[in-house]
């Protein structure tokens, strides 16, 4: 799969320090690991019983391919984002956290 990284806040300068390099790369080959192939192939998937469940978007395979990859690395997924009790639920959630790293997946389009 293609896709291009920006260092938002010179966060690559942080994920490249002792503490972090680890996760970091296993994240960069979670994400490196999938291939076009993957993808068509679990988008596919969805449509197998009733071909129009097929999302129109391929996003929902990406996505899921993702959760299944951190998952087996040993990722947590849902994580909350805070300790406190009132904000539990899933509108306080990341999508994957690891140790001191979260991430969270997004589809942007902007031209």
Avoid at 22 to 27: R, S, W
Avoid at 89 to 107: C, H, M, N, P, Y
Wanted: charged letters at 30%; glycine letters at 6%.
């Amino acid at each position: 799969m293609n896709y291009t990284t920006h260092s938002f806040r010179h966060a690559e300068v942080i994920l490249n320090e002792p503490e972090f390099k680890d996760q970091f790369e296993e994240l960069i080959q979670v994400i490196s690991g999938i291939s076009d192939q993957d993808i068509i192939t679990k988008h596919l998937s969805y449509g197998l019983l009733d071909r129009e469940r097929t999302p129109k978007s391929i996003s929902k395979a990406i996505n899921d391919l993702l959760g299944e990859r951190f998952k087996n690395c040993g990722w947590i997924s849902e994580s909350g984002i805070f300790q406190a009790d009132k904000y539990t639920g899933e509108t306080w959630r990341l999508d994957f956290a690891k140790k001191d790293i979260s991430i969270e997946v997004a589809f942007n389009h902007s031209t």
